[in-house]
């Protein structure tokens, strides 16, 4: 990741063809692919399939297509938190939102679209690839495995006005970023039918309701793990429970499935502040632990 650094804080200051741009990458170990001149669409047959960081493959393409604009697979090495700017709103505001709920912090490097919108780029957790995602009705989108974003020094025609993708600021400690947590947090959880319901009006005791979701928790499965204590620890902070009282209540069993003390503490933090920002009515808990991973 800090060669992909030494690139980014490069491009910032300086403008270089194209193929200059797509060989550091490459060389940066982020696999790169063309898009079409003055556009966003791949210009390959396979699309970011086709990304490579053979840098022998990059200089036929950008060959072949000098003025092509540079794609950057997803999920290898590199993830995209995308606040998009359209027509219909913005998603600064969550964006905002999610900064207040630490859950962003971390990035790599800020690099504003031409549409106004903002791409956060984060190192890619490899011991654990999260896959893209689309929270429209936010306007943000996450791009890991399966998407792709194009990067600087790419310029964009829209109607007459041309206009590139910009590097605004670099990070310090880059850190990955847990897009499924953020994605769970930009879905409300539906209610489910279960035995086992939360605060229901013949008994709303949230110390029965810690029970059932520490013993919720306890049977979460391998790569639901994390998302399931973000999940109960937010419903127990809609409850009005405290951090302490939370961590208390649903650690012993987060430590049951594997999960780390400091993994624990974070996650619990994240939650109760996601909760006092995205209030919802408390649902009913799955009658089994979430997915980790979504479709396209």
Known sequence: MQALAVVLAGLRVSDPPRVEAARAYARAGVPVFPCLPGGKRPATAHGFQDASTDVRQVD??????????????????????DIDVHATGAGYPTLQLLQRAGLVGGWLAAVRTPSGGLHLYYPTDPDQPRRSWSRG???????????????????????DVEAGYTIIGLGHDPAPIDGDQIRDLLTPPRPTLASTRVGTPSDPSPVRSSRQL??????????TRNASLFWAACRLAELGLAEPDIHELL??????????????TATIRSAHRAAALFPTDPPSPPASPRPAAVSR
């Open 60 to 81: 036929r393409w950008w060959t072949w297509l000098p003025e092509a604009n540079i794609g950057l697979a997803t999920g290898a090495g590199l993830d995209v938190l």
């Open 214 to 223: 520490a013993d919720w928790l306890a049977r979460a499965q391998e790569g």
């Open 137 to 159: 009705t936010h306007h943000v989108d996450f791009r890991g495995a399966g998407g792709y974003v194009v990067a600087p020094p790419s310029r964009v025609r829209q109607g």
């Open 251 to 264: 650690a012993p069993s987060a430590q049951a499935i594997g999960l780390g003390a400091s993994e624990i």
